[in-house]
C-alpha cells in the first residue's frame, strides 16, 4: 500500500509562487509515475505534471515553462518519497484543488488535495 499527504496549497497573488509537496510512504518500491492533477469548480481533474521512475517528465501545455516538477527518491524502505511541483507566474486561472497521485502494476493512489487559489 502506498500513502500520500499534500502540502504547500494557499492563497497567493497573480504572478506569484508556491511550491506543492507530495509526500509518499508504504510501497513506494512499487510506484512508477507520480503527478499533480488539478480540478477546478466545474470542471474535470486535469493532469497538470508527471515523473516517472526514471525522472522522465511531462506537463501540461497550459503550465509549460511556468511549473516544475521534481522528485526526491527514498534513500532506503522506510524513507518517504517526494515529490514537488513548484509553480511560478502564477495566474488565476490555476486556482483549482491540487492532487498529488501515485500508479503502481495494481493501483492508482490519490491524495486529499490541497487549495490553491490565485487571487488579487
Known amino acids: 500500500q502506498v500513502q500520500l499527504v499534500e502540502s504547500g496549497g494557499g492563497l497567493v497573488q497573480p504572478g506569484g509562487s508556491l511550491r506543492l509537496s507530495c509526500a509518499a510512504s508504504g510501497s513506494i518500491y512499487s510506484i512508477y509515475v507520480m503527478g499533480w492533477y488539478r480540478q477546478a469548480p466545474g470542471k474535470q481533474r486535469e493532469l497538470v505534471a508527471s515523473i516517472t521512475s526514471g525522472d522522465s517528465t511531462n506537463y501540461a501545455d497550459a503550465v509549460k515553462g511556468r511549473f516544475t516538477i521534481s522528485r526526491d527518491n527514498a534513500k532506503d524502505r522506510n524513507a518517504k518519497d517526494t515529490v514537488y511541483l513548484q509553480m511560478n507566474s502564477l495566474k488565476p486561472e490555476d486556482t483549482a484543488v491540487y492532487f498529488c497521485?501515485?500508479?503502481?502494476?495494481?493501483?492508482?493512489?490519490w491524495g486529499q488535495g490541497t487549495q490553491v487559489t490565485v487571487s488579487a
Open positions: 497521485n501515485a500508479r503502481t502494476v495494481v493501483s492508482n493512489i
